[in-house]
């Protein structure tokens, strides 16, 4: 049988495909290391120098610790021993939370709560699961996003990086650049590597629909909303913690309903005045669907048992079908 042409899976499910999923890893990890070093040497980031190294140091350390506990628990292989391979493609799932931690929060001279933020992100990963299908889960929500989200709750003395956090160094037409690089390898990964274009497209309507009923219920001019819009940590929220493909629906129109519901939510909270709307209306939506998810499961009528097959001695060979030339 020859192969289709166009394979409509990998296409709009493209993280059913372990490879495309371990590129997709190792690009947002790229960029994160790539947006570290030029924010701490040129752009201006406010943190220390020992910030993102107690975060992916942390990160590292209690990953590896969590799935060594976890592997133990159920009896399989540790998924970082084995090969060089092994150990490398093991190190995405840990760059990645600690980096976005100790560059998105700003604890002054205190590393701790760096440490915490960490270990809140990963341990996340093991401790707060849903089932996806029979006998598989997943784990509910973004890791940053719960790590950063819990310790400025926890914290009030931590705050959140300023917002011109990316762009406190540049000048001029940099202003526009910038930001449109940030767009442009958002948009590559989600379009042609994780399938979530549908869920960023539903996000920004609904943050745009949400700012102008707000603007009209309260008699405000009609650009006010719009102006979180234009800021580099608004498209780095967008890009990198909305559309998380471990953690966001795989069907198209229930990506779109998933961030549609993030903008309808962080709406409601910025009416209630609350700080961090983006953060908080992220992790609602996430617990949400995570809710669903073990209610669904755990109420689902099982299916039908199939038919039980006859013993080979007592099927009657089929008939001899003739050859096509």
Known sequence: MSRPFLNTTVLFYPNKNPKLRLFALWYFTTLMIFWNILGHTYLGFEQSWAA???GIGSAIAIQFFLDWVDAKAKDREVRF???WANFFNSLPAA?????ACSMLLYPN???WPIVFAVALSIGSKVLLRAPVSEGRTQHIFNPSNFGVALTLVLFPQ??????YHFTENITGVWDWILPGLILMTGVVIHGCFTGRLPLVAAWLVGFALQGQIRAYLFNTPVLVPFMPMTSAAFIVFTLYM???????????WRQALFGFSVAMVYGVIQVLHLVFGLFFALLTVCAVRGLSL???????????????????SQVAPAPAVPAVS
Do not use: M, Q
């Open 52 to 54: 993102p190294f107690v």
């Open 81 to 83: 021993t084995g090969s």
């Open 95 to 99: 760059l990645i939370p600690g980096f």
């Open 109 to 111: 001279d205190r590393l």
């Open 158 to 163: 931590v705050g959140f990086a300023p917002p």
């Open 242 to 252: 909305v559309p998380d493909p471990a953690t966001t629906p795989l069907n198209p």
């Open 294 to 312: 073990h209610l669904y499961y755990a109420f689902k009528s099982p299916g039908r048992a199939r038919p039980e097959t006859a013993p080979a």
